[in-house]
């Protein structure tokens, strides 16, 4: 490693390691901004790129004594997909909205794990947890189409509530499908004191994560300056992410329900956005670690695999979310184009693929998180191509912004 090579001290080496993460990343959204694709994207090039694959100038010790990032930065993660739980917006269709967010993915998640037993003969352990990741969608990539082209109505509104549901189910089908593989043995047996333990984990640390809500909503009031007001919801959320790690289970559903309460007793959409502008070097840390993880040869191996993955996860949730809205009754452009705008797939998958990659074993978990994040590269090229493409057949475009899609 290039670092490693000369010879300086380890604070010296874990400094300059976090300044070329940062650095990297940001020259390399440049080149990806030219070629319009999401900036997700290029931080994953930029790990890849700076890592033990390429060029080789991070050393192991850093990119692997970095694993507590992955769970601060799932923390934020989840808490921000709270914010978007405001019971208020599911008020007037709240029902129908719920029935096609579980139509989607769950048979997104069905097909995905069905594929990979029958066809590829995976274990049961991975095929479930890829499944579960196959349920989540990617709501910055699906928001920032929307707001693009200005689109507005009916079909818009369901689609973001459809989003910001579909990754509350995506973390809580994971998280009972991680309680799955960890209770199992290895002859592939279900240990049901296994399966138990992390359940009642789960629901502790979801009950603590709405106490935090409750204090942060008393704490937090109009006598507060703005930075202690920021101080005090990151202290909260990372002290939620340290009790999880104490249990040894993840932030998501204990931080998810942080922000869900808090959003819904409080109100205080601006605590939202100050953390949102305080996340992005640790996020941008995260991802960049995540492209330096994916080994590259192993795509050879995995390549059609990652591809069926690709395609059968769209298949899914095209067709799943036509039932739902078929069952609901819903309008004709939502049947037909709104499982076309689910498809982008990023943060929220690739932080839990993360997370399978630790419950698996070595070989499998490597092949997860690399089907996950190639198939994330390839999600964020085409997923905003087919939004747009929805937007403009259910009519969601004014007529002064179709010239834009052409």
């Known amino acids: 490693m290039v670092l490693d090579s000369l010879n300086l001290s380890n604070s010296t080496v874990t400094i300059l390691s976090l300044s070329i993460i ?12 030219k070629l319009k694709f999401p900036n997700v994207t290029g931080y994953i090039l930029a790990g890849i790129l700076i890592g033990p694959c390429v060029l080789k100038i991070i050393p192991h010790s850093i990119i692997n004594g970095m694993e507590f990032v992955a769970d601060i930065a799932l923390a ?11 019971l208020s917006n599911f008020k007037e269709n709240g029902s129908k909205v719920l029935i096609i967010t579980l139509c989607e993915s769950l048979m997104a998640a069905s097909i995905v794990t069905v594929t990979m037993l029958s066809v590829f003969k995976l274990p049961l352990s991975f095929s479930l947890l890829l499944g579960s990741i196959g349920a989540a969608t990617a709501p910055a990539s699906t928001i920032m189409t929307i707001r693009q082209y200005k689109a507005r109505g009916n079909f818009v509104n369901t689609l973001f509530q459809v989003v910001a549901l579909g990754d509350a189910v995506a973390l809580i089908s994971f998280s009972i499908c ?8 290895s002859n592939g047996e279900l240990n049901f004191k296994l399966f138990l333990y992390p359940i009642i984990l789960n629901l502790i640390v979801i009950v603590i994560g709405i106490i935090f809500a409750l204090i942060l909503n008393r704490i937090i009031n109009q006598k507060r300056t703005e930075d202690n007001k920021l101080i005090l919801g990151i202290s909260m959320i990372i002290l ?27 109100n205080n959409k601006k605590l939202f956005l100050q ?35 690709f395609i059968v ?20 452009e939502i049947r037909k184009y709104l499982g076309l705008a689910l ?13 399978g990659q630790r419950i698996l074993p070595n070989d499998l978990g490597l092949l997860l998180s690399t089907i996950i994040l190639s198939s994330a590269i390839l999600y964020e090229i085409v997923g905003p191509i087919l939004a747009k493409v929805s937007l403009y057949l259910s009519g969601s475009i004014p007529l002064d912004n179709v010239k834009e899609i052409s």
């Open 76 to 86: 934020f993660i989840a808490f921000d997909v709270g914010r978007y739980l405001k």
């Open 275 to 309: 953390i949102s502008n305080f996340t992005p070097p640790i996020l941008i840390t995260f991802f960049v670690l995540s492209g330096m993880r994916l080994n590259i040869p192993s795509l050879l191996t995995g390549g059609i695999i990652g591809l069926s993955y």
């Open 22 to 33: 940062l650095l990297s990343a940001f020259l390399m959204t440049r080149i990806t901004k």
């Open 313 to 332: 996860r769209i298949i899914g949730k095209y067709i799943g979310t036509y039932i739902g809205s078929s069952l609901v009754r819903a309008d004709d």
């Open 178 to 185: 991680a309680t799955i593989a960890k209770a199992m043995s």
């Open 343 to 355: 498809i982008p797939q990023a943060s929220v998958s690739i932080g839990l693929a993360f997370l």
């Open 240 to 266: 939620l992410s340290g009790i999880c790690s104490a249990f040894n289970i993840s932030p998501l559903l204990s931080s998810m329900a942080l922000g869900t309460v808090y959003i819904n007793i409080s």
